[in-house]
């Protein structure tokens, strides 16, 4: 992390934190952990194809699904992420 470049905002309902990367690290970040205390963290995913892909997938699907289950999930596909939206299609 580039520890100068980060920031954090809290308002009375919201909290956001700012984080950026180091000039050598690469590529998307797939998660991030928080929580009060680092003993008690929770995991929190980044908006990625890949992860809307498994949300989706165990959303449809939660446990594990027969073949004929499987062929019947529909297409879903991410065809576009910026800060203010996904965009998303399911056949």
Not at 6 to 11: A, E, F, L, P, Q
Not at 28 to 38: A, K, N, R, V
Not at 40 to 65: H, K, R, W
Not at 70 to 82: G, K, M, N, R, Y
Request: glycine share 6%.
């Amino acid at each position: 992390l580039l520890s100068l470049e980060s920031s954090v905002s809290v308002s009375a309902h919201n909290a956001v934190v700012e984080l950026a990367k180091a000039p050598g690290s690469a590529g998307l970040w797939d998660s991030f952990s928080f929580g009060l205390e680092p003993s008690a963290l929770q995991e929190g995913l980044f908006v990625s194809e890949e992860n809307v892909d498994g949300f989706l997938g165990t959303a449809f699907c939660p446990s594990p699904c027969s073949q004929s289950a499987q062929e019947s999930q529909p297409l879903i596909e991410v065809l576009d992420v910026t800060e203010d939206r996904i965009q998303i299609r399911v056949e």
